[in-house]
């Protein structure tokens, strides 16, 4: 929904003193299973979000309202617990929760929120909705809190609240995000540098339209393998503490260290590293080719070392490395499903969307989805 057709249906239920916030969603360029090994990342905001309308009551009550689920859900800022009924509502719920517990005092209010990251498609849609409600009530109470602050928050109430392990990325693109750049960003320090997306080149994703359960379960044992990998590389590298601490070759001379699955985890994430660099460097350079080729290697230890892709999202990416203008291409996000992402010389996007579209649908039977994007600045108030 655009933003004049939100705010014309808002005005009309809550009233002309409605403010709206707004948090995007986000592509991951490269830097794949990095985040959660301290290691670098390269997402940009994309130009799809969540908007959210927040109408102040004097009292702590919140009530929710989705112009995109059913139902609604309303609980006290003084007392707020899960809902299975509206699960949807957990991630409004469980940034109240978590900035309540870090000391902000909210105020409450009616809500009313829609958005068009599609769901469960790795674009980050529940880092947007955590981001756009922190953002909200943060402001609505007259905070000043920084994009970081509101990162860690939203990541926390993730982790702890709704109860998935994720690491910073999706919610630190989120609220930090910058017209036409991605962000280059140290998942330890949580130091980060705005790298300009080359004029010329789209990133062009594509929607697979496969939505696999396992992703929570797939992506909780990648985790423990890494924190497997780190814990016996540790008798031979006594000063590491994440698979960051590791370089390529360390990991090939202790290698016997590991068992073969972990062995391979641990060399996607350390070779993935090593590659968020070189595509940085190339990205500044304006050396596209050398970036999509880094985007090609990216997809290829996704899938055959890290085991996270799935035979639609190998179907699009080959399908994407063959057409014409095309750098390089490969899965986005968690994995198991969900997007590509494609670098694409600019005049060859739309040629690019309209040749993968029925090809990948002759592959598969699945009528995908694409997107050619912009990259977009992070959440904040709509004026
Ligand atoms: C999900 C998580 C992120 C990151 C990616 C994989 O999007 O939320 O923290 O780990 O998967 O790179």
Known sequence: MDIESFRGRVVAELGDDVRIFRAPGRVNIIGEHTDYNDGFVLPAAIDREVLLAVHPRGQRLVTLTSLDFEGSSSFSLDEIGYDAEQPWSNYLRGVCYVLE???YHLRGGDVIFSGDVPIGAG?????????????AFLQMAEYEVSG???????????????????????????ALGQQDHALLIDCRSLDYRAVPVPAGAKLVIGDTGVRRGLVTSEYN??????????????????????????????????RDLLPEAVYRRCRHVVTENARVLQAVAAMEAGDLRTLGQRLNDSHTSLRDDYEV??????????IAQRQPGVYGARMTGAGFGGCTVSLVDEAHAEAFAAEVAPAYREATGLTPQIYISTASAGAGEVE
């Open 221 to 254: 044992t990648r985790r423990a393998q890494c924190e497997e990998g780190v814990a016996l590389l540790q008798h031979a590298l006594p000063g590491i503490t994440a698979l960051r601490d590791v370089t390529p070759a360390q990991l090939e001379a202790h």
């Open 309 to 318: 892709s799935c035979p639609e999202l190998n179907a699009m990416v080959e």
């Open 148 to 174: 970081k602050e509101v990162a860690l928050l939203c990541q926390r109430a993730e982790n702890e609240f709704v109860g998935t392990r994720c690491g910073i990325m999706d919610q630190f693109i989120s």
């Open 101 to 103: 517990e870090a000391g």
């Open 123 to 135: 674009l980050s849609s529940s880092a947007a909705l955590e981001v756009a409600t922190a953002t």
